[in-house]
């Protein structure tokens, strides 16, 4: 069984661009949960989506945003870049609500400059 | 509003000695407890929960933890480490009853196994 894939792995992009990550979770899967993780403020929780719908929100500004496809593939947006956005964003998925068993991808590591 | 807090930001062990990393939570509801491990340049995986019954949890690769209520405490042991057991490890929690999947993460601790 295939594993959370993200991607891209790495990128890097300049202050004030925008950026898209995507994520494809375990097959059956249909929570997805968005994690930002820096060495100064750790893991910090952005936001889940369950069946389309956004169930949970971190509290991170407008500028960090997503969704959730039909296939429950989601991706998370981060627009008008600034240097603290660099981080790794992790993507984690569930199979049901309320177990806090998650599946982590391996990332996506923004580099803003 | 939850938080964990992780004591010890950094553990040094030698191969086949134990490890213990504390934890310890705040919370105003009744919580799910987690410990997660993250090696080098990989994502989190999931070591062990506890949701309820037994206060001693046991996981994957030799690890357990005991959830301790009146503390508030989730501390997590290995009698003896391998130089494989080199990683992060983060204690998180997550509202009993609330819906979804969100974790409230401690800082973590960086265990550096010695041979």
């Known amino acids: 069984k295939a594993g959370v894939t993200q991607t891209p792995r790495y990128l890097i992009k300049t202050r004030g661009q925008q950026v898209t990550l995507s994520c494809s979770p375990i097959s059956g899967h249909r929570s997805v949960s968005w994690y930002q993780q820096t060495p100064g403020q750790g893991l910090q929780f952005l936001f889940e989506y369950f069946s389309e719908t956004q169930r949970n929100k971190g509290n991170f500004p407008g500028r960090f945003s997503g969704r959730q496809f039909s296939n429950s593939r989601s991706e998370m947006n981060v627009s008008t870049l600034e240097l603290g956005d660099s981080a790794l964003y992790l993507c984690a998925s569930s199979v049901a609500a309320n177990t806090g068993e998650l599946f982590f991808g391996e990332g996506s590591r923004l580099t803003v400059l | ?115």
């Open chain 2, 1 to 115: 509003a939850q938080s964990v807090t992780q004591l010890d930001s950094q553990v040094p062990v030698f191969e086949e000695a134990p490890v213990e990393l504390r934890c310890n939570y705040s919370s105003s509801v009744s919580v799910y407890l987690f410990w997660y491990v993250q090696y080098p340049n990989q994502g989190l995986q999931l070591l062990l929960k506890y949701l309820s019954g037994s206060t001693l949890v046991k996981g994957i690769n030799g690890f357990e933890a005991e959830f301790n209520k009146s503390q508030t405490s989730f501390h997590l042991r290995k009698p003896s480490v391998h130089i494989s057991d080199t990683a992060e490890y983060f204690c998180a929690v997550s509202d009993l009853k609330a819906a979804g999947n969100k974790l409230t993460f401690g800082g973590g601790t960086r265990v550096l196994v010695k041979p």
